[in-house]
């Protein structure tokens, strides 16, 4: 486990290494509003230091007409107040065209219904997964400023139903974070774990940061179910676990993506999860993927790249950073509107690294276009900033988390349409 020093440091770290003291003349300030410490701090933590060597490959390569582009990075602290906070000065003092954050849905959908939106700055979001922000798009909420790198729970929660089923899972209780992330990964889940078939035996939400989690737990066992579906933090679904185990619950689970965490694994114990299953946005294996698992770990100062959120923040800090190049200002509208067009079909494929990016910013000079194939895969965005992908399958074994299958985004969506 860290300790409270080590996490500490690491956010002075972050601090440090993303905000220049002093500024050069032309250099473009990006702002990043991340969650470094709360409940959801390791996601975060991972995030900035991806998108911090995204920027540094970019810049490295050229930057912007030999202009750098610089993070200005804040925390969240988890907190939609605190991110809304944070973001109004970045967009308000700072004058930033473009914020990447918050990590999860709970900070991105205030900071986009309250400053991105309103203001027309582009927003980018590597985790955040609430269909709720599709549904922003749909009611003209957004002012299209919104994009993200990974894929809608709407999809997630069919994913996480359907690798339940087929694990034998046919009785599950529910315990899941109180938000807009948790209510609607559960609502997903629950539409198609009942149309598989499965029977859920207990929904059970839960507020965030309480000390203790018994009664939740006591209460999610009425019924006598197979597993245990924990949608949660790191932090407190540790807690909750624990609770569940020590209660007699029986150690099956199933997880949402963010438990694919080194920390929560010590926290309840490698012992206690060895039928434990998940699942996660899944990647498709490029030149980007290979440069990122090689490098990442060493520049992050130890982060594994298989961190929560890691590999989509190096994709959306390397989109935001091409998508200003093609823009060639810090403008916000500009920049929104190249945003889709540096993911097209069509255009040369970029790879991430200094190399790539290089390849890239010439290929832009001479009025050609480009099309990045990140860490996660090739992405493209439709009209509301979301991405489409397949879904990866992961199972925890020996305190080690382990990729056993992969679900089709159209194996989802056949899911989804069948009644």
């Not at 991340?34 to 900035?48: D, I, K, R, V």
């Not at 407190?236 to 569940?244: H, L, N, Q, Y």
Request: glycine share 10%; with cysteine.
């Amino acid at each position: 486990m860290r300790t409270t020093f080590l996490l500490s440091a690491l956010v002075a770290a972050l601090a440090a290494s993303t905000t220049p003291s002093v500024a050069a003349d032309c250099d473009i300030t990006v702002g990043l509003v991340m969650e470094l410490t709360g409940p959801a701090g390791e996601y975060g933590q991972a995030g900035a230091k991806s998108v911090e060597m995204a920027f540094r490959d970019f810049n490295d390569a050229g930057g912007v007409d030999g202009c750098k582009i610089v993070a200005d990075t804040r925390d969240s602290q988890s907190q939609g107040n605190v991110a809304v906070d944070q973001a109004t000065q970045l967009v308000n003092i700072k004058k930033v065209p473009v914020i990447i954050g918050g990590i999860i849905s709970s900070v991105s959908i205030p900071i986009l219904t309250s400053v991105t939106a309103p203001a027309g700055v582009v927003q980018v979001s590597p985790a955040s997964s609430s269909p709720t922000l599709t549904e922003l798009g749909r009611e003209g909420k957004t002012n299209g400023v919104f994009f993200r790198t990974i894929t809608s729970d709407a999809l997630q929660g069919t994913a996480a139903a359907k690798y339940a089923i087929d694990q034998g899972l046919k009785k599950i209780a529910i315990i899941n974070v109180n938000n807009d992330f948790g209510v609607n990964m559960v609502r997903e889940f629950t539409t198609a774990y009942t149309k598989l078939g499965g029977t859920i035996t207990s929904t059970t939400p839960y507020n965030e940061k309480q000390s203790s989690y018994s009664s939740e737990a006591s209460a999610a066992m009425t019924g006598e179910p197979d597993a245990l579906y924990l949608v949660s933090t790191p932090v407190d679904g540790a807690t909750i676990a624990r609770a569940w185990i020590s209660g007699g619950g029986k150690q099956t689970f199933l997880l949402n993506d963010g438990m694919n965490s080194k920390d929560f694994i010590e926290s309840v114990g490698a012992q206690y999860l060895e039928n434990a299953y998940g699942t996660s946005s899944g990647t498709s294996p490029t030149a980007s993927t290979e440069y990122f698992n090689s490098n990442y770990e060493a520049f992050s100062g130890g982060i594994s790249p298989s961190a929560p959120a890691a590999d989509r923040s190096y994709d959306a800090g390397a989109i935001v950073a091409l998508a200003i190049a093609k823009a060639g200002k810090p403008d916000a509208a500009s920049i929104k509107a190249a945003m889709p067009e540096v993911v097209a079909e069509g255009g040369t494929p970029i790879h991430a690294g200094k190399e790539e990016f290089a390849k890239a910013l010439q290929l832009i000079k001479d009025g050609k276009p480009v099309k990045y194939e990140g860490v996660i895969g090739p992405v493209s965005f439709d009209q509301f900033g979301d991405i489409t992908g397949p879904f990866r399958l992961w199972k925890i074994t020996n305190g080690e988390v382990t990729t056993v299958g992969e679900l089709s985004a159209g194996e989802v969506a056949e899911i989804k349409a069948s009644k």
